[in-house]
């Protein structure tokens, strides 16, 4: 079975503050993602990595910054944390024979 | 750009009932994946369906869909909900662009699906 995981599993931070959100994965995939996941937005792609040492990336990046120093772990940082940052952000990796993707149990990060 | 839309953000139905969650698309490139994926409370989201070629109906877990690329959609079926339904239900899209099979994956905003007895 495919395994994905994150952590904190939840974690409340101070504006201003620095976060940094865990990912690690067994499924030996080369692409990893981070979604956040908000009321009305749906999932939207912060940054991806299909190869160890190298993040692209996605469609929302501005204050996020991404890390891939093994295939395996893929982690997501906030250097200042913003109130707007509060949501639930998921990690994922996917196979590529198949593009479906194995997501993490997500962190639900509040920011105050 | 390519997007998703999943015009209902919520639907209430009764026990029993056929439910029908509605996902169009649009892309440019004519090679595109469409996938439902499903999320529980308090479980990871997890692939539901995956698209097959056009106008071939793929099925799993009692639900069904359909991509009819004239129509650009690939709406999410089943004939009869169950209680167990009720979850965030996401269509997404993939165009293939990047290396090999695997593409980055557009979501729509989700559809809330609410059975209720």
């Known amino acids: 079975e495919a395994a994905v995981t994150q952590s904190p599993r939840s974690k409340v931070a101070v504006t201003g503050g620095k976060v940094t959100l865990s990912c690690h994965q067994t499924n030996n995939h080369d692409y990893m993602y981070w979604y956040r996941q908000d009321t009305g937005h749906g999932l939207r792609l912060i940054h991806y990595?299909?190869?160890?040492?190298?993040?692209e990336k996605g469609d929302i990046p501005d204050g996020y910054k991404a890390s891939r120093p093994s295939q395996e772990n893929f982690s997501l940082i906030l250097e200042l944390a913003s109130l707007s940052q509060t949501a639930v952000y998921f990690c994922?990796?996917?196979?590529?024979?198949?593009?479906?993707?194995?997501f993490g149990e997500g962190s639900k990060l509040t920011v105050l | 750009g390519d997007s998703v839309t999943q015009k209902e953000g919520l639907v209430t139905l009764t026990e029993g009932l056929p439910v029908m969650l509605n996902c169009t698309y649009q892309t440019i490139y004519s090679n595109a994946f469409l996938f439902w994926y499903v999320h529980y409370l308090n479980e990871s989201p997890r692939l539901l369906l995956k698209s097959s070629t056009d106008n071939k109906r793929t099925e799993h877990q009692g639900f069904h869909a359909t991509l009819h690329k004239s129509s650009s959609s690939f709406h999410l079926q089943k004939s009869s909900a169950q209680l167990s339904d009720s979850a965030l239900y996401y269509c997404?899209?993939?165009?293939?662009?990047?290396?090999?099979?695997?593409?980055?994956?557009?979501f729509g905003l989700g559809t809330t699906l609410q059975v209720q007895p």
């Open positions: 994922a990796s996917s196979d590529a024979n198949t593009g479906q993707l194995y």
């Open positions: 997404a899209l993939s165009d293939r662009r990047l290396a090999g099979n695997t593409g980055k994956l557009i």
């Open positions: 990595s299909y190869v160890a040492d190298s993040t």
